[in-house]
């Protein structure tokens, strides 16, 4: 069992599909070894294996027509389980929680600056280099290092209180890029991640936890005082 994906293509231009692989650097279809076939670079072929590997079927008919003049292209594609793994899905899983989770969770459209665009969100890292297991962070070590270690003193000095109050309570951290400073072997380090949602507490409180995707982990981990870290300037947005 597989399934049809059916493409219109050449809208309101009168040339054939060789014609078209010819003049069009854009079209989909391409015309070698005297046989038009589907372009494995293009934005259709992706579509498909997307097709094919979240359905788990092993094979897709791609169907492409024109009516100016009728012709119609019949194509069948097996699923690249290869191409799905590598880069695909790695692409689609940054975008969705880089780019497309955070703006569901805090929208920016029509807002400074701007909704989220996808930039430079995912970057393929074709460095070998080995990184240094001294330098090497476990995000979960955040959470347990703050719950454990951290200690608050009560102040008497009110104007303190409260200009940490008005701060605390503007601070929302759901859909915000953050940098997060972390100590290891006393050495600053400073990682970058996405605030994706605050698991207890309101988005805003002191003692919220919230969930939190560093950049080049696998898995997002919980993390609490994230405010009070903002407030001693070690966190910082970096989405403004």
Excluded at 103 to 118: D, F, H, T, W
Excluded at 181 to 196: A, D, R
Aim: proline residues 4%; charged residues 30%; glycine residues 4%.
């Amino acid at each position: 069992m597989g399934v049809i994906k059916i493409k219109n293509i050449l809208q309101k231009k009168n040339m054939s599909f060789i014609q078209a692989t010819k003049k069009l650097s854009n079209f989909c279809l391409q015309y070698t070894d005297e046989k038009v076939q589907l372009k494995k670079k293009h934005n259709y072929y992706f579509q498909c294996q997307g097709l094919l590997n979240i359905s788990s079927l092993p094979w897709l008919d791609f169907i492409a027509r024109s009516t100016s003049p009728y012709q119609i292209h019949i194509e069948r594609i097996h699923r690249d389980e290869v191409l799905w793994n590598d880069p695909m899905l790695p692409k689609l899983e940054a975008f969705y929680f880089l780019a497309f989770l955070p703006e569901l969770a805090a929208p920016r459209n029509n807002k400074s600056p701007g909704i989220r665009e996808p930039g430079d969100w995912f970057l393929v890292n074709t460095s070998k280099k080995k990184t240094s297991t001294r330098n090497r962070r476990n995000p979960r070590q955040i959470a347990v290092a703050k719950k454990t270690t951290t200690i608050r003193k009560d102040t008497d000095n009110s104007t303190t209180s409260k200009n940490h109050s008005s701060k605390c309570s503007i601070t929302k951290c759901v859909g915000r890029r953050i940098k997060h400073k972390s100590m290891i072997n006393e050495e600053e380090i400073w990682y970058e991640g996405t605030v994706l949602a605050a698991i207890t507490g309101k988005d805003g409180e002191r003692l919220a936890e919230y969930d939190i995707l560093y950049d080049g982990e696998d898995s997002s981990c919980i993390v609490n005082y994230l405010v009070e870290d903002f407030r001693d300037s070690s966190v910082q947005f970096i989405d403004l």
